[in-house]
């Protein structure tokens, strides 16, 4: 079983609809990251949270929410999709930045129609 | 200017060829660099740190050159399997880690 797990793999949704993307792991890290990938752009920072009472904004977090649910879980909600939110989303955790190691789920693609 | 540039590729080199990449950043008080590797429609993985010194790790060296403010990936006798875009990730003052966009590599027989 994967370390990280993102639910959905895959969605399809239509401009304006909430969409929420789920994130767990069992690696026992404090940190949690959401970022998204676009074609020629490179992955880019949503928001971070550093433990449950932490939430961070990331250089892309408009038109995005998240919730620390517990040290295991971290979603990310688009309150209202747009087309231009189509990417592949990812999520990580890390033991701390210092490493450079993050520990990605394997992604989920949202296409907003 | 992108704060971490890579040249996009596709670099394709036949089997057992050694295929180098370059990546430079434009933060000069940038603390930490590393080489990640991303497979088709997968997660990126950590292939490597970059130190001061150079490194190697089997067929793969990566250099550091902060003078010029780039570090470099060399693959000697490349593989089938090597194949993947390759990503070139700083880390920036701040704990900030920036990635770009990544170097396209196809390794064919």
């Not at chain 1, 295991?72 to 688009?78: G, H, P």
């Not at chain 2, 990449?21 to 997968?42: E, G, H, L, P, V």
């Not at chain 2, 693959?75 to 990635?99: M, P």
């Amino acid at each position: 079983d994967a370390d990280v797990t993102q639910t959905p793999r895959n969605r399809i949704t239509k401009t304006g609809k909430r969409i929420m993307l789920e994130c767990s792991q069992t690696k026992g890290h404090d940190r949690m990251y959401w970022y998204r990938q676009d074609p020629g752009l490179g992955l880019r920072l949503i928001y971070y949270s550093f433990d449950v009472k932490d939430i961070n904004k990331g250089e892309i977090s408009d038109g995005y929410s998240v919730s620390r649910q517990a040290q295991a879980k971290f979603s990310l909600s688009l309150e209202s999709a747009i087309p231009n939110q189509t990417a592949l989303y990812f999520c990580a955790t890390s033991r701390g930045p210092e490493t450079g190691e993050l520990f990605f789920g394997e992604g989920s693609r949202l296409t907003v129609l | 200017r992108k704060e971490v540039e890579q040249d996009p590729g596709p670099f394709n080199v036949p089997e057992g060829a050694t295929v180098a990449f370059n990546c430079t950043y434009s933060n000069s008080a940038s603390q930490s660099f590393f080489w990640y590797r991303q497979d088709c429609r997968k997660e990126p993985k950590l292939l490597m740190s970059v130190y001061s010194s150079g490194n190697e790790d089997g067929r793969f060296t990566a250099q550091l050159n902060r003078a010029s403010q780039y570090i470099s990936l060399l693959i000697r006798d490349s593989k089938l399997s090597d194949s993947a875009t390759y990503l070139c990730v700083v880390l920036e003052y701040g704990n900030k880690l920036v990635f770009g966009a990544g170097t396209i590599l196809r390794v064919k027989s």
